[in-house]
């Protein structure tokens, strides 16, 4: 009996007889597939990177004021809504407001955080029955017992200037309460060193010691080597201790340097003070950061600053300034003509 048995060759080629179709119907099906899976993956977000995106429904209470107050709020309420982070609401409150009318508004809103800018607006927002987290902004000092954004320069900013400005300074010599500007107290003594001071400070818990401190800090003072730090928000009243404190260091050539540009316009050497929409800026940052635990700081100071200098003060203690170090001034005393 004869066995035949097909060639191999005529089997092989039998299998390759699948129509062409077949195959770009299988190669379709495939890229479809991986494109709709990197599709899936695109769009899937974790828990995290959902809520960073969602912005934080957010009540901006600010007090409504007339003149230059004006535009200096709504500067930094400009910076404040520039922060895509947020959803800014604006509630403009007055002395006649209610803690009822900022509660309502915060409620209609479905606020999740209250950003309180200024005294009033802060007074108002500390009585809140709700449990709202708030933030206050342009409040001098820290009598806030919630995460504030001071009006007062940031301790490094500040020290950083004054070393450029006045490189022989070695001691910076300051009468604070603890209760009021100790914080800037204690961060200007931890990062003194980075820049070569030594901060020396005298803390009065009322006007009279305060007064006392002052004239013991005078008499302390080296000449020419001695700076003195004047808090925006002082133990001693600036129209009490200002006159005497401005004369005295003009008398023994001691830089006086402060937050209020009216200071040195009165005879101090510098002043370093907010840009407002950047402290805006700054404060939506502090704000979002907290509410999204990010930082735990109870108070910080401003980082973006303007300054101010007093050309005759600096020249009486042997500071001398060139064209360009002087175009770095916001503002100049006495006034150039």
Known sequence: MTYITAPRQAICYSSNKLPRSFFLRIACLLLLIIISDLSHA??????????TTIPIKTSLIMPLVTGAAKTIYEDIAEGIRSNSDLKI?????????????????????N???????????????????????????????NQSLRPTLSLSSDPESALKELKRIAPHIEDVMMVYNESINGWW?????????????????????????????????LDDASPKTSAI????RNIVPSKTILPMLLERAWGKKLAVFSNNPSHTKLGGLMAIYPEHQKMGSQLAEFAADHFQGKTNDPVIGTQELRIAINLRTSSHIGIRLSATDQARFDKIYPTQR
């Open 185 to 217: 107290y204690n961060k200007a003594k931890k990062i003194a060193p980075k820049y070569g001071f030594n901060i020396i400070g005298y803390n009065a818990k009322n006007i009279k010691a305060g007064v006392e401190s002052y004239q013991k800090l």
């Open 229 to 232: 730090w004047l808090p925006l």
């Open 111 to 141: 606020s999740e955080l209250v950003i309180a800018l200024g005294n009033t607006s802060y007074r108002l927002a500390a009585l809140l029955p709700i449990d709202t987290m708030v933030i206050a902004g342009g409040i001098t000092g």
């Open 89 to 109: 609401s604006i509630l403009m409150i007055d002395k006649a407001s209610s803690i009822e009318m900022v509660e309502q508004h915060i409620l209609e809103n």
């Open 42 to 51: 695109e769009n899937r977000i974790t828990p995290f990177e959902s809520s």
